[in-house]
């Protein structure tokens, strides 16, 4: 087989759909031609990537709607947000995970509940606060030794 039909046969190799006959030789140039090889191993990785990029999204998704349900079934028409459910959905909002329309449920129910105002006052302040952790100036020796020495 050469380069450039192995080349026009991975995605069918990869879909199971080559026949026996072209299998065999498919696999015999794969076995044998060093630059196919490595292409080939390029495709499978592309393609598990892009697999991968999916079921990711899929979960984004997933967790984006679950965000979504809980805050409608903790609204009604009229109705506003309760402190407890705020509370529980605190982090996915900070997150970013609470969609845009469902955002004015949240700054409505900020601006009249003081309690809950403070509050994501308060988380806001704590994750803009940079906390300053003092290095003991003897850590660095004892990296120092511990990863030089380990290379002898």
Do not use: W
Not at 13 to 20: M, N, P, S, T
Not at 35 to 59: G, P, T, W
Not at 79 to 105: N, P
Not at 120 to 129: A, C, H, M, Q
């Amino acid at each position: 087989m050469e380069c450039a039909q192995f080349e026009e046969l991975i995605s069918d190799y990869l879909d199971c759909g080559l026949e026996r006959p072209v299998r065999r030789s498919f696999c015999e140039h794969l076995l044998a031609c060093r630059e196919c090889h490595y292409l080939f191993d390029d495709v499978r990785d592309a393609i598990d990537a892009s697999h991968n990029l999916k079921e990711s999204q899929m979960r984004e998704i997933a967790l984006f709607t679950e965000v979504e349900h809980r805050i409608v079934n903790a609204t009604t028409v009229g109705e506003m947000l309760s402190c407890r459910t705020l509370d529980a959905l605190i982090s996915d909002y900070f997150e970013g995970i609470v969609d845009s329309s469902h955002e004015k449920i949240f700054n409505d129910h900020f601006a009249i509940c003081d309690s809950c105002r403070r509050l994501v006052e308060g988380v806001r302040e704590s994750l803009d606060e940079q906390e300053i952790v003092e290095v003991p100036e003897e850590l660095y020796d004892r990296i120092l030794r511990a990863t030089v020495g380990s290379r002898r």
